[in-house]
């Protein structure tokens, strides 16, 4: 027993270290002016589940993290996605091939969660998955929304998740990239890679990348 209890405390010990590792990465301001117009990109807008492995540019990532769920008025009250009652309950992180991170919003930064590469979490059940080179992984925090009922709150956490989902198909269908949202990720150790709270639940993912 006091061997398991070493044998956990040390990959406790290893995943803050591995975490540490990794640097956070600036992101860009968000080039506004990118992309086709709002009809065509909803023209364009479909699922796809081939992607090619070519890394997204720092501007890509930065404009794809913006437009999901960043702030949009100059007086930051404001997102790109709305929320139930403005809870802003949705929180976006991105999984990279050398880690995960957490999109902070706020400063418009990607802050390290784990290193290692955990797409085939995010992939579960369709492997192929993993080769994209980002994958968005969206988390709604129940604690944020205000209602008793759990049931109630599900409701709203899938609605506030469902319009980050369309804000990132929009996005990729507008600037050249794919997408598929999903439901589908390996629940059980993907909450452990990301250190989620139990007020935190794994509602969508998002591959995204370039068309193979």
Same mark, same amino acid.
């Given at each position: 027993?006091?061997?398991?209890?070493?044998?956990?405390?040390?990959?406790?010990?290893?995943?803050?270290?591995?975490?540490?590792?990794?640097?956070?990465?600036?992101?860009?301001?968000?080039?506004?002016?990118?992309?086709?117009?709002?009809?065509?990109?909803?023209?364009?807008?479909?699922?796809?589940?081939?992607?090619?492995?070519?890394?997204?540019?720092?501007?890509?990532?930065?404009?794809?993290a913006w437009a999901a769920n960043g702030i949009n008025r100059p007086d930051k009250?404001?997102?790109?996605?709305?929320?139930?009652?403005?809870?802003?309950?949705?929180?976006?992180?991105?999984?990279?091939?050398?880690?995960?991170?957490?999109?902070?919003?706020?400063?418009?930064?990607?802050?390290?969660?784990?290193?290692?590469?955990?797409?085939? !979490? @995010?992939?579960?059940?369709?492997?192929? *998955?993993?080769?994209?080179?980002?994958?968005? %992984? =969206?988390?709604?925090?129940? /604690?944020?929304?205000?209602?008793?009922?759990?049931?109630?709150?599900?409701?709203?956490?899938?609605?506030?998740?469902?319009?980050?989902?369309?804000?990132?198909?929009?996005?990729?269908?507008?600037?050249? !990239? @794919?997408?598929?949202?999903?439901?589908? *990720?390996?629940?059980?150790?993907?909450?452990? %890679? =990301?250190?989620?709270?139990? /007020?935190?639940?794994?509602?969508?993912?998002h591959p995204v990348g370039h068309k193979k």
């Amino acid at each position: 027993m006091k061997s398991f209890s070493l044998i956990v405390m040390s990959a406790m010990l290893w995943s803050e270290v591995s975490a540490q590792e990794l640097k956070p990465i600036p992101l860009n301001a968000p080039d506004k002016t990118r992309g086709v117009n709002i009809m065509k990109a909803l023209e364009l807008r479909s699922s796809e589940r081939n992607f090619s492995e070519i890394k997204l540019t720092l501007q890509e990532l930065s404009d794809l993290a913006w437009a999901a769920n960043g702030i949009n008025r100059p007086d930051k009250s404001g997102r790109t996605a709305p929320s139930s009652m403005n809870a802003q309950d949705v929180d976006v992180y991105v999984i990279l091939a050398e880690g995960a991170y957490f999109y902070d919003f706020r400063q418009q930064v990607l802050n390290p969660v784990a290193a290692g590469d955990h797409r085939k !979490l @995010v992939a579960d059940r369709q492997p192929e *998955m993993a080769v994209a080179p980002v994958m968005l %992984v =969206l988390v709604s925090d129940f /604690s944020r929304l205000k209602d008793n009922d759990d049931n109630v709150k599900m409701t709203k956490a899938c609605m506030d998740v469902g319009t980050v989902s369309q804000n990132i198909s929009l996005f990729c269908s507008g600037t050249g !990239l @794919v997408t598929v949202p999903r439901a589908s *990720m390996n629940q059980i150790e993907l909450r452990k %890679v =990301l250190q989620l709270k139990e /007020s935190q639940k794994l509602i969508m993912n998002h591959p995204v990348g370039h068309k193979k």
